[in-house]
């Protein structure tokens, strides 16, 4: 018989104790079937052995009937994905030239904040550190230029400032700003800017209202101060925060209601609740307020796509972020196609393209600002199609693991998953912590599910 490691018609499966009841979750009907644990034990040495040789047995007990008879109904079978490849590869060429409309600008790296939890800030491998760069015009011009000729059938295009403190090179963004509104003339122009909100004066106010630029400030409530300093001496920052926020309110109630939003960053020891309840003076709408987690993992504190359990919140720390996802994805029970890729691999260069202070154009202001990530600028050749296909289609360096990952359709995995900063490349290796993470918040989610419907009889 085979070994196990030789086996390739193992089904793709995955399966779970949740409350002392038996459960499999099977990939290919999208489907959790509850178990009796004979059957459980059955289904187990079935992967175990694989499809073929489990047909071999020929067992004569009941659980081993019905296992066969599942499998002739399509239940537990080793049927994948044939080919990772990316939707919109075939026609990626023609959405860059046409259909280009999220521009993202990094007008600065300089920041006036020391923050524990921002790579940027900390002398790490991870990311560049921060710096006195500033955009100049001629690349902005340039930048906003290519997004006017590559986003004739787009309905809308966005343009964001980005940092470092964007409004460190306030200068820049008006002048960016006012050059945009000349040539998109007859398409609408959403403007986004992500600021710490500690420089804010009357003229940016004026600025951002005429614009009707949405805000989003960077601002941790009542654990600002534990975290986020001005960079020069070290002194708290949340004071002269507030008091900006306050102006922007009084200035125009409307616009603050409208266009201003909160990104507060909570960390394992902190309460969810009392932020939340923090922001209330400000944000008529929790959907206001989009809160990051912060994750301990050996700078100060690095990103991560997987959210904390935070303290003071039964409903943060019980149900699964992804949970909503995970619903909405196995509730549909679409066959699984020939030809698929993991759900997070964003368009390259359609949404979002970001353009760094030098001019070079990268999938997201969220990349690693390396050199395997870079497929143009905006300065010389603009994109590089090739490199943006392989971009696309990421997900190849891992394919022979995703093809039989029974979570494949939950995966969310993006290129930002595949750098290896130290070699300057993209590999499948450092992959392992996401998948191991998303599998984690999967089942979690799954179990989650399961008590709701249960609740729920």
């Not at 600008?105 to 560049?128: G, S, W």
């Not at 955009?135 to 980005?162: C, P, R």
């Not at 595949?418 to 599998?439: A, F, G, P, R």
Request: hydrophobic share 30%; net charge negative; charged share 25%.
């Amino acid at each position: 018989m085979n070994t196990h490691t030789e086996i390739n018609d193992r089904p793709v499966i995955q399966l779970f104790i949740h409350n002392n009841n038996c459960y499999v979750y099977d990939y290919n009907k999208n489907i959790i079937l509850r178990l009796s644990r004979s059957h459980y034990a059955e289904i187990n040495e079935l992967y175990t052995i694989g499809i073929k040789f489990y047909r071999e047995l020929n067992k004569g007990t009941a659980e081993y009937k019905d296992i066969i008879i599942l499998l002739n109904s399509g239940y537990f079978v080793d049927r994948t994905v044939e080919q990772l490849i990316h939707p919109y590869d075939g026609i990626l060429e023609i959405l860059l030239n046409r259909f280009t409309n999220d521009l993202v600008l990094q007008v600065t790296q300089d920041c006036n904040f020391q923050c524990r939890y921002c790579l940027y800030a900390n002398d790490t491998k991870v990311e560049r550190n921060h710096s006195k760069s500033m955009m100049d015009f001629s690349t902005a011009k340039k930048s906003i230029d290519y997004l006017y000729n590559h986003s004739m059938d787009a309905n809308e295009v966005t343009i964001g400032y980005y940092g470092g403190e964007p409004f460190l090179n306030f200068d820049l963004i008006k002048r960016a700003t006012e050059y945009a509104n000349s040539i998109f003339q007859s398409k609408r122009i959403r403007y986004l800017i992500t600021t710490n909100c500690s420089i804010i004066n009357d003229e940016i106010i004026d600025f951002i209202i005429t614009n009707n630029i949405q805000l989003t400030i960077s601002y941790d409530g009542p654990y600002q101060d534990d975290h986020r300093k001005f960079r020069n001496n070290g002194s708290d920052t949340s004071n002269i925060v507030q008091q900006n926020i306050k102006k922007i309110m009084k200035k125009d109630c409307r616009y603050f209601e409208e266009n201003v939003s909160f990104s507060p960053v909570i960390f394992s020891d902190e309460s969810y609740d009392d932020t939340s309840n923090y922001f209330k003076q400000f944000a008529q709408s929790v959907d206001n307020v989009s809160f990051g987690y912060a994750n301990l993992s050996g700078v100060d504190y690095i990103y991560s796509n997987t959210k904390l359990e935070v303290r003071g919140s039964q409903k943060q720390a019980t149900r699964p972020d992804i949970y909503d996802d995970m619903v909405s994805i196995i509730e549909d029970k679409s066959p699984i196609p020939k030809h698929w890729s993991p759900s997070g691999q964003c368009v390259i260069g359609i949404k979002r393209m970001f353009v760094n202070v030098s001019g070079d154009i990268y999938p997201c202001e969220k990349i690693v600002e390396n050199e395997a990530f870079c497929f143009g600028s905006v300065n010389d050749t603009f994109v590089n199609i090739n490199k943006a296909r392989r971009l696309l289609n990421i997900s190849n360096l891992s394919e022979t693991d995703c093809k039989k990952c029974w979570a494949f359709r939950f995966c969310s995995a993006c290129i930002s998953h595949y750098i290896d900063v130290e070699n300057n490349c993209l590999t499948s290796d450092n992959t392992q912590h996401y998948c191991n993470k998303l599998k984690d918040n999967i089942l979690k989610s799954m179990k989650y599910y399961i008590s709701e419907l249960d609740n729920s009889l």
